[in-house]
């Protein structure tokens, strides 16, 4: 059985029509969908790469659940996403953990990047890596210790 090498990523929203998000294309990550209402049964697990949360205009809502994401889930990245044009709204976001923040309208191609760089950043992370050996340590390790003459 092969492992999953792609990441999960949960769409928090409050939207139902998430068609915004439709056009986001990843090549070996799952999406799952999950109503902001629902967030904290999604996240308890830790199960995630990475979280969008879109909140649209309920920003008071949204904050309360990417501080709760941040608490149960320090490790996972969280783009917080809103339509809000509150004063201050960015940087209550980042005080309350967002990795990253998008007001809409917003490029879909630079959400798209950033998504695939933090995902990059998890995988590379997550991989077991063999430590750096110089090829003449190599070379020694491979032929076994040898008898020095006397």
Do not use: Y
């Amino acid at each position: 059985m092969t492992e999953n090498t792609g990441g999960k990523i949960l769409l928090i929203t409050d939207n139902r029509k998430e068609k915004l998000f439709s056009s986001l294309s990843f090549a070996d990550e799952t999406v799952e969908v999950c109503p902001l209402k629902k967030a904290r049964d999604a996240v308890k697990d830790c199960r995630v790469d990475l979280i969008l949360l879109d909140c649209s205009k309920n920003i008071d809502k949204g904050l309360k659940v990417l501080k709760d994401n941040k608490m149960s889930c320090p490790a996972v990245p969280n783009i917080f996403i809103t339509g809000a044009s509150a004063e201050g709204v960015v940087l209550k976001a980042f005080r309350a953990g967002a990795r990253d923040f998008f007001r809409k309208p917003f490029s879909i191609s630079e959400l798209q990047h950033t998504v695939e760089a933090l995902l990059s950043i998890k995988k590379s992370s997550r991989e077991k890596r063999a430590p750096f050996i110089k090829p003449e340590e190599r070379n020694k390790a491979i032929s076994g210790p040898r008898d020095e003459p006397e």
